[in-house]
């Protein structure tokens, strides 16, 4: 059995005298892991650096087996991060949480598109495209069965002043019907009633704090997982930047 796609590496373990186990996502295949042979080395290391995309060939005698990889680079998105720490966080926070949330070998065509955009644009800056990556984590909430219903509130059915978020339904709730519940609900950032960008450190700790109970608790925390360390690091950032204590960012 053998396929070739398109695919974003996610993380890359030593194997053996220069080996290693890749484990890539695709569109078509979902995330699949493989045997390349010297990948641990210094002439293919640079290849399989979490967050490139790659075109990917997997062979294997069996379907069922681990198979080996081989690839070529189309873009190398990890080198490109390099410079930029938010960049780098988000990169590394996206890689990890679909390596270790998604189950294998299952198609994966919203996650994997989604995720497209923030690798080709990563070297604008993390300032640019924190609030898509915040949008790309509800989508990978979703593919997991664990979307959040954001478009109307939970208890009105409006879909005007939907400020805040049910911790236990993942609904939107609106202004006025939150009042009963002051200090018990999540804080729903604009930028994500629609497509806007969005700037401000503060919305993007929202963001990140509303993804994250859902996918500490849900995602994670149903298999009595922790949320990745490189997820908890993008957080961390994000709440220095808000806090104007590291100014480390692009723009």
């Known amino acids: 059995m053998e396929w070739e796609a398109p695919a974003i590496v996610l993380e890359a373990r030593p194997y053996g005298e220069g080996g290693a186990i890749v484990s890539v996502l695709t569109e078509q295949y979902g995330r699949y892991a493989g045997l390349v042979r010297g990948g641990a080395s210094r002439a293919q290391s640079g ?25 070529e680079m189309v873009h190398p ?6 410079d930029e720490p938010l960049s780098l966080a988000l990169l590394q926070s996206a890689c990890a949480l679909a390596a270790d949330a998604l189950p294998e070998r299952e198609a994966q065509p919203r996650v994997f598109s989604a995720m497209l955009p923030l690798l080709a644009h990563l070297q ?13 984590e509800l989508v990978l909430l979703e593919a997991l069965g664990y979307g959040l219903g954001l478009s109307r509130c939970a208890a009105t059915g ?13 609904r939107a709730v609106s202004a006025e019907a939150a009042l009963p519940y002051a200090g018990r609900l999540l804080p729903l950032p604009s930028f994500l009633h629609g497509a806007q960008a969005e700037r401000d450190p503060a919305a993007w700790l929202q ?8 996918l500490t608790r849900d995602a994670f925390g149903a298999r009595h997982r922790a949320v990745p360390p490189a997820r908890e690091r ?13 100014t480390n960012v692009a723009g």
Do not use: C, I, K
Request: charged residues 20%; without cysteine; aromatic residues 8%.
């Open 47 to 71: 290849l399989w650096q979490s967050g490139n995309l790659v075109e990917v060939r997997w062979v294997s005698r069996l379907a069922d087996q681990l198979g080996h990889m081989t690839g």
């Open 77 to 82: 998105t990890a080198a490109l991060a390099m």
């Open 124 to 136: 604008q800056g993390g300032a640019e495209l924190m609030a898509d990556y915040v949008r790309w």
């Open 158 to 170: 409006t879909t005007e002043a939907l400020d805040w978020v049910s911790p236990r339904t993942g």
């Open 207 to 214: 963001g990140l704090r509303l993804t994250g109970h859902f």
């Open 234 to 246: 993008l957080e961390h950032r994000v709440a220095d930047l808000a806090a104007g204590t590291d």
